[in-house]
């Protein structure tokens, strides 16, 4: 084994039943979360914004070589680029691209080509996947795990979002190819999703559909 050096690391000693009791209460939390597709224009303290990408800025990944960017898009001039270009290739999607079985998997949640909670939310968070760059940022070592490692931290920047109770979208236009133009973003980095981040609007609702879970027992197995 190559050297390296190693600190200590220890967690708190805490009896079983407040471990469970902590898991049930993330669990309980995390069971409210919902894709939001309206928003308010409600301001959002930067603030909050800062220390969930400092969240997910801890998520493992491969040879602990982060290969994430989080653009943050706030202006109006760039969020109105991002939802014109977004739009254009969703209703390319729904008209040419999308199979009719995907089109039949998407009509419970409502979805179409208009996007008008690309304006309205106060942030939009680009996530961009690096193929290189390292833990220097020197573009130029290579990064493994990347989609792995990337997808964890988005998952981690959810929950804290939603910690924080903020409503929160995952929007995946393809190809998505644009951001990186809009976001000054290097050749090495692939975009990988939108996500919007903000209050609901006074009139919010979700989907029906989108409550109906997996059972314990059809997504784990116990060998």
Known sequence: MREH???PYSLPDLPDFERI????????????????????DKPVSREIIEAAIEAAGTAPSGANHQPWHFAVVSSLEKKHAIREAAEAEERAFYSDKASGEWLDALTPLGTDADKPFLET??????????????IDDDAETQNYYVTESVGIACGMLLT?????????????????????????RPSVEKPLMVIVVGHPANDATTPVHAARKKALSQIASWL
């Not at 669990?27 to 928003?39: A, G, I, N, P």
């Not at 939310?121 to 390292?134: D, E, N, S, T, Y």
Request: glycine letters at 6%; one cysteine or more; charged letters at 25%.
């Open 5 to 7: 050096t190693n600190e």
């Open 21 to 40: 009791a902590r898991a049930h209460a993330m669990r309980d939390s995390l069971k409210q979360r919902r894709t939001c597709r309206y928003f308010s």
């Open 160 to 184: 804290t979002l939603h910690e924080a109770g903020l409503a929160t979208l995952t929007h995946t236009p393809s190809p998505m190819g644009f951001l990186r133009d809009i976001c000054d």
């Open 121 to 134: 939310a106060p942030w939009l968070i680009v996530v961009f996947a690096q193929r290189k760059g390292g």
